[in-house]
Nanobody, 124 residues
Framework: QVQLVESGGGLVQAGGSLKLSCKAS????????MGWFRQAPGKEREFVAF????????YYADSVKGRFTISRDNAENTVSLQMNSLKPEDTAVYFC?????????????????WGQGTQVTVSS
């Protein structure tokens, strides 16, 4: 089972950009589909983006479509989330997660391994 560590969060002004990275340990990273999720204070964790094992299939939440880009590098065991045109409502703790199950719509319950999260704060 992989272990995940996120990095790249921080404070940014509205309209700015951040890139989150998630580094996976272990040799089986390419067997996992990967997702990014976020949780704002007082709200439930929500889906942000999903990428298949090869990177050939990608899905986004409607709220981030056109602004966020998910990518992965199986040779480096990393998955990234490029976030552009950030809005205050994007403020949340962002988590990367790994699943052995390819399921669309994305179901967080299928994700067996989660990172510790990284805080993203967007000021207005």
């Amino acid at each position: 089972q992989v272990q995940l560590v996120e990095s790249g969060g921080g404070l940014v002004q509205a309209g700015g950009s951040l890139k989150l990275s998630c580094k996976a340990s272990g040799r089986t990273f390419s067997t996992y589909v990967m997702g990014w999720f976020r949780q704002a204070p007082g709200k439930e964790r929500e889906f942000v983006a999903f990428i298949s094992r090869s990177g050939g299939n990608i899905y986004y939440a409607d709220s981030v479509k056109g602004r966020f880009t998910i990518s992965r590098d199986n040779a480096e065991n990393t998955v990234s989330l490029q976030m552009n045109s950030l809005k205050p409502e994007d403020t949340a703790v962002y988590f990367c997660a790994a699943s052995l199950v390819y399921s669309v719509p994305v179901n967080p319950a299928n994700f067996v391994t989660w990172g510790q999260g990284t805080q993203v704060t967007v000021s207005s």
